[in-house]
């Protein structure tokens, strides 16, 4: 079992920047994959950029160039950041961490973005 905890969220200008992290704690040696995945009001949630076991990171084409997934691993925690520049107004949605511990799948509670045009 893991837990998540997500910050970075918040209001930004179209053509800004934000970071979200989203820090795991608990059985992080059993993680086959992490990644973000966001909500619009409205719409279906859509997988923004994972990254593998392995290390190989994948990213919905509407973010590709802009965005930018790392992973940082620490003793007890692991910390999924992205980096999200050029920032755009259909880029406003809750954004949610995902984490796959064998084959159960481990959500955070989710954080606001939101960009003002």
């Known amino acids: 079992q893991v837990h998540l905890v997500e910050s970075g969220g918040g209001l930004v200008q179209t053509g800004g920047s934000l970071r979200l992290s989203c820090t795991v704690s608990?059985?992080?040696?059993?993680?086959?994959?992490m990644g973000w995945y966001r909500q619009a009001p409205g719409k279906r949630r859509e997988l923004v950029a994972q990254?593998?076991?392995?290390?190989?990171?994948?990213?919905a084409d509407s973010v590709k160039g802009r965005f930018t997934l790392s992973r940082d691993n620490a003793k007890s925690t692991v910390l999924l950041h992205l980096q999200m520049n050029s920032l755009k107004p259909e880029d406003t949605a809750v954004y949610c961490c995902?984490?796959?511990?064998?084959?159960?799948?481990?959500w955070g509670q989710g954080t606001q973005v939101t960009v003002s045009s």
């Open positions: 995902r984490v796959v511990v064998i084959s159960i799948n481990y």
């Open positions: 608990g059985s992080i040696s059993s993680i086959n994959g």
């Open positions: 990254i593998t076991s392995g290390g190989t990171t994948n990213y």
